[in-house]
């Protein structure tokens, strides 16, 4: 069991800034990615970022990667999400997941459905 618990959401300004922290506890032992989706009212939820549990591994949607940064203290268990330059298309509940594979195969880090545990979400929003 693997428990998620996102923070460091809240509303700022066009252009501004946030670091969204995730932290990790429980079961931690075979977890092998960690991602950011988020999911704006009336829209999918989409991928943001990925890292791997090592930390030496990241990965980005297009949409984002300019503007973000994924990174993880491995003593704190702890998983972030730095975002600059936000736009009011940012706006979303932001979620952290926990990929934790209990069979070998290809493992898409981008698919919601790849992971096994979510955390609750933090709200960011962005005003014009």
């Known amino acids: 069991q693997v428990q998620l618990v996102e923070s460091g959401g809240g509303f700022v300004q066009n252009g501004g800034s946030l670091r969204l922290s995730c932290a990790v506890s429980?079961?931690?032992?075979?977890?092998?990615?960690m991602g950011w989706f988020r999911q704006a009212p009336g829209k999918e939820r989409e991928f943001v970022a990925a890292?791997?549990?090592?930390?030496?591994?990241?990965y980005y949607a297009d949409s984002v990667k300019a503007r973000c940064t994924v990174s993880k203290d491995n003593t704190k268990n702890t998983v972030y999400l730095q975002m600059n330059s936000l736009k009011p298309e940012d706006t979303a509940n932001y979620y952290c997941?926990?990929?934790?594979?209990?069979?070998?195969?290809?493992?898409?880090?981008?698919?919601?459905?790849?992971?096994?545990?979510w955390g609750q979400g933090t709200q960011v929003t962005v005003s014009s």
């Open positions: 997941a926990a990929d934790q594979p209990t069979r070998p195969g290809r493992v898409w880090h981008d698919r919601q459905d790849e992971y096994d545990y």
């Open positions: 429980g079961r931690t032992i075979r977890i092998l990615n």
């Open positions: 890292i791997n549990w090592s930390g030496s591994n990241t």
